[in-house]
């Protein structure tokens, strides 16, 4: 948490020269006024951080490529039959002429 007041209060020198309006949920509204006190910080400083984080995360997917997404996944999943990489086509049409 510290790490997030810290970079606000470090761009808050920046100069701001657009301005949002926008309307929340009263749970949004809830759960923003509830951040606000306890971590003491402005509700547009909350809301700047939160965008900040999404638009960052957003960038950082369009960067990588598909499988740099799935890598840590694959090879995870066993199903016990040892060839299905090779004879998937016959392991499919097998399932599909069953429940046909």
Same mark, same amino acid.
């Given at each position: 948490?510290? =790490?997030?007041? $810290?970079?606000?209060?470090?761009?808050?020198?920046?100069?701001?020269? *657009?301005? $949002?309006?926008?309307? $929340?949920?009263?749970?949004?509204?809830?759960?923003?006024?509830?951040?606000?006190?306890?971590?003491?910080?402005?509700?547009?400083? +909350?809301?700047?951080?939160? $965008?900040?984080?999404?638009?960052?995360?957003?960038?950082?997917?369009?960067?990588?490529?598909? =499988?740099?997404?799935?890598? *840590? +996944? +694959?090879?995870?999943?066993?199903?016990?039959?040892?060839?299905?990489?090779?004879?998937?086509?016959? =392991?499919?049409?097998?399932? +599909?002429?069953?429940?046909?």
């Amino acid at each position: 948490m510290c =790490y997030f007041v $810290l970079e606000c209060i470090t761009k808050e020198a920046k100069e701001m020269k *657009s301005q $949002l309006t926008l309307r $929340l949920p009263d749970d949004l509204e809830e759960d923003l006024s509830m951040l606000t006190k306890r971590l003491r910080l402005k509700r547009s400083d +909350i809301v700047r951080m939160a $965008l900040e984080k999404f638009i960052g995360e957003f960038k950082g997917n369009e960067e990588t490529k598909p =499988y740099d997404r799935v890598a *840590s +996944i +694959i090879g995870t999943i066993s199903s016990d039959i040892t060839d299905l990489g090779e004879a998937h086509r016959r =392991y499919l049409l097998k399932k +599909i002429k069953r429940h046909a």
